[in-house]
């Protein structure tokens, strides 16, 4: 066995790397209850039995396997007792934290395997070494976890990677004992082996985190389809409302056109007005875009903000009325969302533009913001505390630009965040949906 230090210890390289891989990995899963009289005595009791494990002659193959394995079974334990976490999470993390270690374990000993640990400057060199690829190892392994876990959700899709990636494990552990008992006349076979196990982990890790990113990206759709079926039916209600309020308006003008003569002069014409001003709002070409129109600019209106729109809604023809409406009703959203942070009363403005450029129907939104945005794939960070009901909003932008063939990018320049869409127009002039 490998030790970090060069000489036998409570803290052995296999017993504290599988510790903290495992904490690592573990630390942004939500806690059981009472987390610290849980885990402090609970990793006293780990390395106090891992002391004693590692008494045992491990010269048979055999004794080494069961002692490793009952060492990984110990770890597995104390975090299942300390974190939430069902069975499949469990075996995920576990497969994952073997993996790491034993990854770090194969390339010491290939980078270290000229070294006499009996010399003094060399074993500094182990050591250093060592420290260093653990260090890599594991920083790099935690970044690739922890960003694709949200909010302490550890969703897993496939069960059947986490099985394939253990099997995998299992044979690669199974060839580095074996390598173990080769005599030091076969150097060049166990080098090949280390090499071998080393390809392995790397693979087993990224097969692991690849499964976690497809459940993420396979949840983020699931969402964003929940979303659309709200939005559409959110549309035909808001569609029908806006319809039934056209109808009155037009019976208002036929009986203010009757009352003429019977009532004063002024008071008319204040109601003429406004149903003159209701009824100039929005006239697109476009009956979805008028209905996202009317309804922001009530809510504009409401809260101060000034709606500047000139557009062309005619060029939209070839899209589905629920998708302008999810897309310019997100955009503007946002966008409502930014200016009402803004104290500053000649800044709550919002300007939308849409109109064909050459080939291409540009869609144009800018606005006032306040205080910093964080960037994640392009795409800026929600800003509400639950990033699992909130930031999808952009995300189905996107998608909807990129269903129609468009792209979509936003940038921000001082106090002016600006959204450009660019789609291109079929040779009628329309835009047309293509197979994602």
Same mark, same amino acid.
């Given at each position: 066995m490998c030790y970090l230090f060069g000489f036998e210890s409570v803290v052995d390289e296999f017993v504290l790397g599988l510790y903290v891989a495992e904490l690592l990995l573990c630390s942004v899963l939500p806690r059981r209850s009472r987390f610290w009289i849980r885990i402090v005595p609970g990793s006293a009791v780990y390395f106090v039995l891992c002391y004693f494990l590692l008494q045992v002659n491990m010269s048979h193959a055999f004794l080494s396997i069961a002692?490793?394995?009952?060492?990984?079974?110990?770890?597995?334990?104390?975090?299942?007792?300390?974190f939430r976490q069902n069975l499949w999470n469990l075996l995920f993390i576990g497969t994952a934290v073997y993996a790491m270690q034993h990854l770090c374990f194969q390339l010491i000993d290939v980078l270290t395997f000229w070294t006499d640990r009996t010399v003094l400057w060399q074993a500094v060199v182990v050591v250093v070494l060592s420290v260093l690829v653990y260090l890599i190892t594991y920083t790099y392994s935690y970044k690739m976890f922890t960003g694709k876990v949200r909010s302490d959700q550890l969703q897993? $899709?496939?069960?059947? %990677?986490? %099985?394939?990636?253990?099997?995998?494990?299992?044979?690669?552990?199974?060839?580095?004992?074996?390598?173990?008992?080769?005599?030091?006349?076969?150097?060049?076979?166990?080098?090949?082996?280390?090499?071998?196990?080393?390809?392995?982990?790397?693979?087993?890790?990224?097969?692991?985190?690849?499964?976690?990113?497809?459940?993420?990206?396979?949840?983020?759709?699931?969402?964003?389809?929940?979303?659309?079926?709200?939005?559409?039916?959110?549309?035909?209600?808001s569609r029908k409302t806006i319809e039934a309020l056209n109808v009155k308006y037009h019976d208002m003008r036929h009986q203010l056109a009757a009352?003429?003569?019977?009532?004063?002069?002024?008071?008319?014409?204040?109601?003429?007005k406004m149903i003159s001003d209701y009824d100039s709002l929005y006239r697109t070409g476009n009956k979805a875009l008028d209905v996202v129109l009317t309804e922001k600019s009530l809510l504009c209106e409401q809260s101060g903000i000034r709606l500047t729109c000139f557009a062309d809604g005619k060029i939209l023809g070839g899209m589905k009325e629920e998708d302008i409406y999810f897309l310019f009703g997100n955009a503007l959203d946002n966008a409502i969302e930014g200016v009402e942070k803004t104290r500053q009363p000649d800044k709550k403005v919002i300007e939308l533009i849409v109109r064909?450029?050459?080939?291409?129907?540009?869609?144009?939104?800018?606005?006032?913001?306040?205080?910093?945005?964080?960037?994640?794939?392009?795409?800026?960070?929600?800003?509400?505390?639950?990033?699992? %009901?909130?930031?999808?909003?952009?995300?189905?932008?996107?998608?909807?630009?990129?269903?129609?063939?468009?792209?979509?990018?936003?940038?921000?320049? $001082?106090d002016v965040f600006y959204l450009d869409i660019l789609f291109p127009l079929s040779q009628e002039g329309k835009l047309s949906e293509r197979e994602l």
């Open positions: 002692v490793f394995g009952l060492i990984f079974l110990l770890v597995l334990l104390l975090f299942f007792f300390c897993l $899709e496939n069960k059947r %990677v986490i %099985v394939s990636a253990g099997i995998v494990l299992l044979v690669t552990l199974g060839l580095s004992v074996g390598t173990g008992l080769l005599g030091e006349d076969e150097l060049i076979a166990m080098q090949l082996c280390r090499l071998y196990a080393i390809v392995c982990c790397v693979l087993i890790l990224l097969l692991q985190f690849g499964n976690l990113s497809e459940s993420g990206l396979r949840r983020d759709y699931d969402t964003i389809r929940r979303i659309r079926r709200e939005e559409s039916r959110q549309y035909e209600f009352l003429k003569g019977a009532v004063q002069g002024e008071y008319v014409q204040t109601i003429e064909r450029a050459g080939d291409m129907c540009s869609v144009h939104v800018e606005n006032y913001f306040s205080g910093d945005l964080e960037y994640a794939e392009g795409l800026p960070i929600t800003t509400h505390g639950d990033k699992n %009901v909130h930031g999808f909003g952009m995300k189905s932008m996107r998608m909807n630009a990129e269903k129609y063939g468009g792209t979509m990018h936003v940038y921000t320049e $001082e």
